[in-house]
């Protein structure tokens, strides 16, 4: 049987952000960096890939280690970290992983005969004379690099640009000839930065990192995270290399300007950086994209959810889910984790992570054990969202609590709904099982769990029966 698809998509206790998906035969891949759980820099570890049937999206398998961070020349004491890479694949028919390390400014290339096999280092993008791209003279530093291969040539995307830094232009776009390595034609910019977007169409929404491209018919996505860090957009062009047009929005990761259910302005889970970008699985289109747990900017996870291209070639932003790469709503009943709330909030608003001490997804033990996550910090007003399953005869809902706490959660369809039901809870040290009746409207629902109490509780899970 297939299983049903969360988000997000993989264990709970796997760290894997920046993703990159691409169908290779008949399953998806997906290329990240590789954060730690309680880690203290991003990127600690060394690149993996899990992969997945195009027609199991629930069904992910864990490929291991396909590139570790001491197989680089410049890095064989391991002392820098990998950030986000990205694949593609030659002319010749091999796949080639194109990454930067973390204080390094240029981009560094691996290969490999299958998707997900080891990588071996091939060597540094570089001029016609040796020089590599970032050291020669007018160099900007690279980063995030993304790459597409159309017959003997290769586009590769790169740049940062934060504010305040006029030394930053914008995104970059440098062609490679068929060896992949040698640059054809040196990098022009394609995208602003927000130092240079007055005027250009793109003010507010400028390049700040994670290029990211995709070729839908005859039009060139370029997707990218925005100054405000927490989205990722979309620009277009017909050509490769030039006249890109902002597009919009795709996905923040804390929901804003999403007023379909909220105001626009109203974030609905907490945010930060972003990164991630868009592919075709089956007849669908997905947005991959990362949240970040632990109240921390450095043990983020892969989610993705369900777009549309329209007609006239716009993605409408999506909203963020808990059932992502389902294509639709869960089942709505049994037991689901806590940990695939896709809003948590409080009544203090807050975009960003680490601001204050928020509710946040954790796990118990040390990073790479394989222990389930939960939701912990859950102090008065915490408002637990999770979307969307579809309900039908639902009597009855239990939820699984630990911690000193002494209130109540109440039941909602939506954030600022009708309580339809609340369950007591008291202090406890071990996971106690609380159950109470409610009825939940048959037909596609939304379900909201708000504390009102004192103490601070933890949420394993919930069951709908």
């Not at 930060?272 to 921390?296: K, L, P």
């Not at 960003?352 to 394989?370: A, I």
Request: net charge negative; hydrophobic share 30%; proline share 6%.
């Amino acid at each position: 049987m297939k299983k049903q698809a969360f988000n997000p998509y993989l264990p709970s206790w796997e760290y894997i952000p920046d993703g990159e998906p691409y169908v290779f035969g008949d399953r998806v891949y997906v290329y990240g960096s590789h954060d730690y759980f309680n880690g203290y820099v991003f990127c600690m570890g060394d690149y993996v890939c899990w992969s997945a049937p195009v027609d199991d999206l629930g069904n992910w398998r864990y490929e291991g280690v396909i590139y570790p961070k001491t197989a680089d020349p410049l890095n064989p004491e391991g002392k820098m970290c990998l950030y986000a890479p990205d694949v593609t694949v030659g002319p010749d028919g091999r796949y080639y992983l194109y990454y930067v390390l973390d204080k390094v400014s240029v981009v560094s290339v691996a290969v490999c005969d299958t998707p997900a096999g080891k990588y071996e280092f091939y060597g540094y993008v570089h001029y016609e004379d040796g020089t590599r791209l970032g050291e020669k003279e007018g160099d900007e530093p690279q980063f995030d690099p993304g790459v597409l291969t159309e017959g003997d040539m290769t586009y590769i995307y790169t740049g940062a640009c934060g504010k305040g830094d006029k030394s930053r232009t914008g995104a970059m776009a440098t062609v490679l000839g068929a060896d992949m390595l040698t640059i054809r034609e040196a990098p022009v910019f394609v995208v602003p930065g927000c130092e240079y977007g007055a005027g250009t169409g793109f003010e507010g929404h400028e390049f700040f990192e994670a290029s990211s491209i995709r070729k839908v018919g005859d039009t060139y996505y370029f997707v990218y995270s925005s100054i405000l860090m927490h989205e990722l957009c979309y620009a277009t062009s017909k050509n490769p290399t030039r006249d890109f047009v902002y597009g919009g929005v795709i996905v923040s990761n804390c929901d804003l300007h999403i007023d379909t259910y909220k105001p626009a302005d109203m974030p609905t889970a907490y945010g930060a950086n972003n990164h991630g970008s868009i592919v075709q699985i089956g007849e669908d289109w997905y947005i991959f994209y990362h949240r970040h747990t632990n109240n921390t900017w450095y043990s983020r996870q892969g989610c993705a959810e369900k777009l549309q291209i329209m007609p006239d070639g716009s993605i409408p932003q999506v909203k963020i889910t808990s059932c992502g790469l389902n294509g639709g709503p869960l089942e709505g009943k049994g037991e689901y984790p806590a940990y695939l709330a896709c809003n948590l909030f409080t009544d203090t608003p807050s975009v960003y992570v680490g601001e204050g001490n928020f509710p946040r997804v954790m796990q118990d033990g040390r990073d790479g054990d394989e222990e389930v996550g939960y939701i912990a910090n859950i102090t008065d007003s915490t408002t637990i969202g999770f979307k969307y399953f579809d309900c039908h005869d639902i009597r009855e809902i239990s939820i699984w609590i630990r911690g000193y706490a002494d209130g109540t959660f109440e039941v909602k369809t939506a954030w600022d709904g009708e309580v339809l039901a609340t369950l007591e809870v008291q202090y406890t040290n071990v996971w106690e099982k609380y159950t109470a009746p409610v009825t939940i409207p048959d037909g596609i629902q939304a379900l909201y769990l708000t504390y009102r109490g004192n103490g601070n509780a933890a949420l394993r899970s919930f069951e709908l029966s």
